[in-house]
């Protein structure tokens, strides 16, 4: 069974992702919910829906009684797009044409040991999957930049989001922290990404940008906080510590490197959602991979950091926090 399951997941990626793409769970979730009255909120064909939605109660996202459909506690939290906690734009890219591309060609990553992608993968400049990113990831990422000002505390100054994507890590920092600013550093065609949730948020008087490559544009000084928020997993150890120290030199005496990540235990296959990671980092970069705390405290080490990264957990998500003290 587990090995059927495994040859067939494609399958249940599929119909959750027609399901997202039709909306589905929210029309469900409105009710009523016979096949008929779903497929015509929907614009699909009867039987498609009823074949669909069978298919979704079978894998536990719907429920069925008497011919209607019923949202399973998950769906309702978390595929409703009426839900505050909706993460349905994920699929977009997640199931996108560069990651379902990368793992299309898994089997030659394997044999080179970096992507098999053309190029650098998705690290080529300004490649366009990033800007896909930056508006599909934000109700994941918004959630967990909820969690890290408790973890923080107070914060007065300049935040250097670097990398920020969908800004939500720093708007988040400065929504929380009225005498902080976020300078944002990206692409510019993904910063403006991050400028429209910088507005909705409140903050736009107090969000800046800085456009370009991470490892070529000045930081400045004097920051209170560097943000690298899903950055430092995309590459190999020793160019991390080269732009860690170009973070270290960036930040105001006392002031705080903060990652978050994806990071493994130290047998790399716990928990499984950080030990799963490192084969999409196999799968979409050259080098790389989903490093343990040992292997990014020796890289924060490396770059100056005298005291290293301490770990953070981010319960209820799957990622972990290391902060770095200068």
């Known amino acids: 069974m587990l090995v059927f399951e495994a040859i067939t997941a494609y399958q249940r990626t599929a119909a959750i992702r027609a399901a997202i793409q039709l909306d589905v769970f929210?029309?469900?979730?409105e009710g009523p919910a016979t096949p008929l009255a779903i497929a015509e909120r929907c614009g699909a064909?009867?039987?498609g829906i009823r074949i669909l939605c069978d298919r979704l109660v079978v894998d536990g996202f719907l429920t069925k009684t008497d011919g209607s459909y019923g949202l399973s506690?998950?769906?309702a939290?978390?595929?409703?797009t009426r839900s505050p906690a909706c993460l349905a734009p994920m699929v977009e890219f997640l199931t996108g044409?560069?990651?379902?591309?990368?793992?299309?060609?898994?089997?030659d990553a394997v044999r080179r040991?970096?992507?098999?992608?053309?190029?650098?993968?998705?690290?080529d400049p300004e490649h366009p999957t990033w800007v896909q990113f930056a508006r599909a990831m934000a109700p994941s990422a918004g959630f967990t930049a909820s969690l890290l000002p408790a973890l923080l505390g107070p914060i007065e100054g300049t935040i250097l989001d670097v990398a920020a994507g969908h800004g939500l890590y720093g708007i988040t920092l400065a929504r929380e922290n009225a005498k902080a600013r976020v300078v944002a550093q990206d692409w510019r065609s993904v910063l403006a990404v991050a400028e429209e949730n910088a507005r909705q948020a409140g903050v736009a008087d107090r969000f800046t940008t800085l456009p370009g490559s991470a490892f070529d544009v000045d930081f400045g000084t004097g920051h209170a906080v560097v943000l690298l928020t899903n950055f430092l997993h995309h590459f190999a150890p020793e160019t991390n510590a080269a732009l860690l120290r170009k973070v270290l030199a960036a930040l105001a005496p006392g002031g705080r490197a903060v990652a978050v990540e994806f990071v493994p235990d130290a047998d790399r296959v716990?928990?499984?959602?950080?030990?799963?990671?490192?084969?999409?980092?196999?799968?979409?970069t050259p080098t790389g991979d989903a490093w343990t705390h040992a292997e990014y405290d020796a890289m924060f080490r490396a770059a100056g950091f005298a005291q290293g990264a301490t770990l953070h957990e981010l319960a209820p998500t799957p990622q972990r926090c290391l902060v770095a003290v200068r």
């Open 270 to 284: 716990t928990p499984p959602e950080a030990g799963a990671f490192a084969l999409t980092m196999l799968a979409t």
């Open 26 to 29: 929210t029309a469900v979730g």
């Open 97 to 107: 044409e560069m990651v379902t591309t990368a793992y299309d060609r898994l089997t």
């Open 113 to 123: 040991g970096g992507t098999a992608l053309d190029g650098a993968g998705s690290l």
């Open 73 to 75: 506690p998950t769906a």
């Open 45 to 47: 064909a009867e039987r």
């Open 77 to 80: 939290a978390f595929l409703d």
